[in-house]
């Protein structure tokens, strides 16, 4: 073991590597430390506890107290690889626990414990409250320059905490209570959040129901519909005799084959108004259908039999700038469609083979397509 009290007595070639130990004569106490200049080292202690900016908050207190003259250096052991220099290190500590030593060796780094962290900041915020205070505002609200900003964020880019980092501040927080200091100020940040002020049960309802709609359209994009979700169809048409009766029951099961991805609306399904309707419910029929028509996506307008209730629900729908589909089966040939109902429209079929054909070929498209009629019109 070399010991010596003054740095003139520590040989300054060939440099030292090795283990080192400062030792206060007045109460034994030690410091362990390593390097790979040793005399190099001691004079940075020198210099460092005289201007008082040791980072070892419990050496620099003793140093300031006992005086530069109460401690020894001295070189605990010579080592020749650089590599062994930490574990070496790790070795003495763990076997002679020197007081002044408040870290860790792990990996050949220094780790402070979460409580000597927590304890130097306490102390530092308590030795000097004013200049504490006037730091912290000259600093608030003070702005990074880019250049700074752009450094810091280059050096946090692609940064991630190792297993062992994240299970530590894990623990450091588990069961840790939230100071009331920072209760307030979660509370006020809230309280100032122009969000936080709307959410009401209204927006409660409707952020569930934008979810909903947003889940419904990426269930029916994977079903394979590409609409993305459920449109919805008027069907207007009689049914005031046996012949219209048959063929709007045909036209309704062909939209209740296509309930995955059609939701149809057909009068005839909703309520059927008696002919000694009072004038109220005949009201409120009429805005019930005006309802559907003015909502739907587009109108299937059965104009076989010609029903004049339908005509007028196809000028309805036109005027509320809803797209029309017509449906005139087995449209005799030479005969001829009406020429304000084939421009009103953006498709005329005239078979269910043709109706069936038109709407798969709208669901895998995505869209309602326009194929304008072309034959001869009346």
Known sequence: MWTSKTVQDIPTSPKVMGIYQITNIYNGKKYIGKSKDIRKRWLGHIRNNRIGKCVNFHFQKAWNYY????FTFEILEIVNEEAALGSREKF??????????????????WTMSADECEKR?????????????????SLRGKKKSEEHARKMRESLTGRKLTPEQIE????????????????????????GNQRWKLRTPQWRENM????????????????????????????ASGWFSPDQDK???????????????????????????????????????????????????????????????????????????????YFCENLPPGA?????????????????EQLEDYLNRCRDAGKMLYEPYDKEIE
């Not at 894990?170 to 307030?184: I, N």
């Not at 909703?270 to 109108?299: W, Y």
């Not at 421009?343 to 269910?352: A, D, L």
């Open 67 to 70: 005086g530069e003259e109460a």
């Open 92 to 109: 003495l500590v763990e076997q002679l626990s020197p007081a002044y030593n408040v870290a860790i060796v792990e990996d050949n780094q």
């Open 121 to 137: 900041r306490q102390t530092r915020l308590n030795a000097n409250p004013e200049w504490n205070k006037k730091i912290g505002d």
């Open 168 to 191: 530590k501040i894990r623990k450091s927080s588990t069961g840790k209570p939230v100071p009331d200091y920072a209760k307030k100020k979660i509370a006020e940040k809230a309280m």
């Open 208 to 235: 569930i129901a934008g979810v909903k709609k947003r889940w419904e359209r990426y269930r029916q994009m994977k079903n394979g519909n590409a609409f993305g979700r459920k449109l919805s169809c008027y069907l």
């Open 247 to 325: 063929q709007l029951t045909k036209l309704e099961a062909v939209f209740d084959s296509r309930a995955d991805w059609i939701e149809l609306a057909s009068p005839r399904r909703i309520f059927v108004c008696p002919p000694d309707a009072s004038l109220e419910v005949q009201d409120n029929v009429f805005k019930g259908n005006m309802k559907h028509i003015r909502e739907c996506d587009f109108t299937l307008v059965n104009t076989t039999y010609r029903d004049i209730g339908t005509i007028w629900e196809a000028g309805a729908a036109f005027a509320l700038d809803r797209k029309i589909v």
């Open 336 to 352: 001829k469609f009406n020429l304000m109902l084939s421009r009103s429209g953006i498709k005329v079929c005239t078979t269910f």
